[in-house]
Each structure stands twice: as C-alpha cells, then as structure tokens.
Nanobody, 124 residues
Framework: QVQLVESGGGLVQAGGSLRLSCAAS????????MGWFRQAPGKERDFVAA????????YYADSVKGRFTISRDNAKNTFYLQMNSLKPEDTAVYYC?????????????????WGQGTQVTVSS
C-alpha cells in the first residue's frame, strides 16, 4: 500500500513558476513509476508527466513539454513537478499517482494509487 500527499500548489501569475511535491509512504516507493495528472473544472483528468522507477526515463504531454520537468528522489520517497512559464490554461487540480508499470503510463487506468490533489491557479 502506498499513500501519496501532494503539496506546493498555489496562485501564481502567468510566466511564473511553481514546484509541486508528492510524498509517498511505504518502503516500496522506488518500485513504482510515478505520474502527474491535472483536472480543470468541467474537464477530464489529463496526463501531464511521468517518470519511471529509476528516474532514467520521463514522458510529457505535448502541452507542457519544455516547460515542466518531472523528477524523483527515491531516498526521500518524494517526486516533483517543476512548472515554469506557467499559463492560465495550466490552472487545474494536480494529482500525483503511482503505477507498478511504466507501460502505457499516460493512461489513468494504469495507476494504482492517487493523491488527494493540489490546486494550481495561474492568473493572466
């Protein structure tokens, strides 16, 4: 069992930066691929970024490529989403999630554990 807790959300102006963190409980954190998703009001939950178990492979949605960076620190049971050059359309609740596999990592159905979400609001 893995429990995930996000932090770092908030209000920022367009062009600004935020770093989200996701702290995981449990000794098996390093065996999970991790991902970030986001959900804007009235919209579906969309894939943002993912990182494999070792941190050696990452994958990004086209909408955030070049602006967001995902990373992990297995020694701290934590992974991160650095968000730069934020745009109003990045406004959403951001969720971290854990998957036992990096296969089809953009699909919500591949994730076994989810955090409670953290709000990110980007003002224009």
């Amino acid at each position: 069992q893995v429990q995930l807790v996000e932090s770092g959300g908030g209000l920022v102006q367009a062009g600004g930066s935020l770093r989200l963190s996701c702290a995981a409980s449990g000794r098996t954190f390093s065996s999970y691929a991790m991902g970030w998703f986001r959900q804007a009001p009235g919209k579906e939950r969309d894939f943002v970024a993912a990182i494999n178990q070792s941190g050696g492979s990452t994958y990004y949605a086209d909408s955030v490529k070049g602006r967001f960076t995902i990373s992990r620190d297995n020694a701290k049971n934590t992974f991160y989403l650095q968000m730069n050059s934020l745009k109003p359309e990045d406004t959403a609740v951001y969720y971290c999630a854990g998957s036992r596999t990096f296969y089809r990592i953009t699909s919500l159905r591949m994730y076994d554990y989810w955090g409670q979400g953290t709000q990110v609001t980007v003002s224009s």
